[in-house]
């Protein structure tokens, strides 16, 4: 029953904004280094954000300054806000945990269209 579920995907502008959730069940989140992760289409999936047990933040150079990972223990979640969305960043989102990644889950698509 362990299980990471993704929330927030939306279609938007360009320059608009999302939030994504990652929330978990049957674990606690904040015991974990947390990634992001999105599939470009025709592409493999790659990493975004991580963020570490201690607080720290690592970005992909594609989204730095635009995306901000952080935490929300009170709702067992990590957040992904993207600002200034552009339509490269069009995706399936997924999130899991860095070291000890579980099954992937369905994801949260995100269409950044005019």
């Known amino acids: 029953q362990v299980q990471l579920v993704e929330s927030g995907g939306d279609s938007v502008q360009p320059g608009g904004s999302l939030r994504l959730g990652c929330t978990g069940s049957?674990?606690?989140?904040?015991?974990?280094?947390v990634a992001w992760y999105r599939r470009l289409r025709g592409e493999e999936r790659a990493s975004v954000a991580v963020?570490?047990?201690?607080?720290?933040?690592h970005y992909d150079d594609s989204v730095k300054g635009r995306f901000t990972i952080s935490r929300d223990s009170a709702k067992n979640t990590v957040w992904l806000q993207m600002n200034n969305l552009k339509l490269g960043d069009t995706a399936v989102y997924y999130c899991?945990?860095?070291?000890?990644?579980?099954?992937w889950g369905q994801g949260t698509q995100v269409t950044v269209q005019q």
């Open positions: 963020i570490t047990v201690g607080g720290y933040t």
């Open positions: 049957g674990l606690i989140l904040s015991s974990y280094a």
């Open positions: 899991n945990l860095y070291s000890y990644p579980m099954e």
